[in-house]
């Protein structure tokens, strides 16, 4: 037997012995499956953008922006809430562990912690594998993730009052005030200046313009208070006399309305 004999040589067909220069086809090799790109394609994406645009102003126009009044930095009652994606965050800082002098547990290390853990996920599952079941940590972490947001905002949205939020942001038409007047003079010695301002325009307490309640039900809640909810809104704080309160319940049952 010879040297060599039965030695075979192959080519690989998918090296070309020539090499050509990257150009891309033209449009008429690929009938159907492509276009230009100006104006055919750029003309549907505007056609797209014009209508998910006009879907945005009629939701604008049809669900207003909830305006509220004028940032006021003295009312100390002001309860501010955050967009729905915060909310489970804003649930978390009510907590006893997480607020009060431990504040920067709940605001900053526990938040700082969930997010190191995000960013550091990558390097510390840098298998392979996809599937959920063969990844039982990864899996378990972000099931345990899910479902402490999920309830920390629906947490948030069942105990916060909505109503009383809904009246301390309202925009209060401006109602000119008689200061003269006997109705006034015994808002302005009794202790419901204090929580509803000078021009009864709100503070701590609610606005007391264009109230809608009759002067028997504001003399009921002065003299009662009011509870929402199972919270006392406002404890009895009337003092005076009978015939005071008669007067100052009907100079704000009166305020605002038309003349």
């Given amino acids: 037997m010879h040297r060599g004999k039965g030695m075979k040589f192959v080519g690989d067909s998918r090296v070309p012995a020539v090499r050509k220069p990257n150009i891309p086809k033209d449009y008429s090799e690929y009938p159907g499956k492509t276009e230009a790109f ?11 953008g014009a209508v998910f645009l006009i ?6 126009a049809a669900h207003p922006s909830p305006l509220e009044s ?13 967009d729905w994606y915060f909310l489970f965050l804003y649930q978390l800082l ?9 504040n920067i547990v709940g605001a900053i290390i526990m938040p700082g912690l969930a997010f190191t853990a995000l960013l550091l996920a990558p390097f510390l599952d840098p298998g392979p594998e996809r599937r959920p079941f063969k990844r039982p940590l990864p899996t378990a972490f972000m099931l345990l ?11 948030s949205v069942v105990n916060h009052d909505w109503e009383a939020a809904e009246a301390q942001g309202q925009i209060v038409e401006e109602v000119e005030i008689d200061t003269e007047s006997e109705g006034y003079q015994i808002y302005a010695n009794a202790t419901c200046i204090n929580c509803h301002g000078e021009n009864l325009e709100g503070a701590v307490g609610p606005a007391l313009v264009n109230t809608e309640r009759t002067a028997e ?16 809104a406002m404890p009895p704080s009337w003092t005076g006399s009978e015939e005071e309160l008669a007067v100052l319940a009907e100079f704000i049952a009166t305020l605002g309305d038309e003349e």
Avoid: C, Q, R
């Fill in 94 to 102: 009510k907590y006893e562990f997480a607020s009060g002098p431990y």
């Fill in 70 to 82: 004028m940032a006021d930095p003295t009312d100390t009652g002001y309860i501010p809430l955050p």
């Fill in 55 to 60: 879907g945005y102003l009629l939701l604008a």
């Fill in 145 to 155: 993730t899910l479902a402490a947001m999920v309830f920390l905002t629906w947490e």
């Fill in 217 to 232: 039900e504001i003399a009921d809640i002065a003299v009662n208070g009011i509870t929402k909810n199972d919270v006392v």
């Fill in 38 to 48: 100006y104006p055919n394609f750029l003309l549907k994406e505007w056609m797209i």
